[in-house]
């Protein structure tokens, strides 16, 4: 099992920054990737951006050159620097990890409100 923990977000105003973290803990050798990921109401969850155990990144094009993952493995922490945020980011976003066997796992989410 793995569990993860996120703080960071809350409310800014567009253009403004935020930073995530997502702390894991539990069986951490069987993680592969980790990631952010963000759903609005009605809507599926959909992937912000994601950093493999090597070092591999990927980005949603929406926030490509705006959101910067990065990975501490030593401290089995993930984080989520968002810069020039836009009222279209505003949304719950959640801490996803997945193993090498294809589990996943869920943060609680936390809310992200950017006000124009």
């Known amino acids: 099992q793995v569990q993860l923990v996120e703080s960071g977000g809350g409310l800014v105003q567009a253009g403004g920054s935020l930073r995530l973290s997502c702390a894991a803990s539990g069986i951490i050798r069987s993680i592969r990737t980790m990631g952010w990921y963000r759903q609005a109401p009605g809507k599926q969850r959909e992937l912000v951006a994601s950093?493999?155990?090597?070092?591999?990144?990927n980005y949603a094009d929406s926030v490509k050159g705006r959101f910067t993952i990065s990975r501490d493995n030593a401290k089995n922490t993930v984080f989520l620097q968002m810069n020039s945020l836009k009222p279209e980011d505003t949304d719950v976003y959640y801490c996803g990890a997945e193993s090498w066997g294809g589990l996943r796992y869920w943060g609680q989410g936390t809310q992200i409100t950017v006000s124009s």
């Open positions: 950093v493999t155990s090597g070092g591999e990144t």
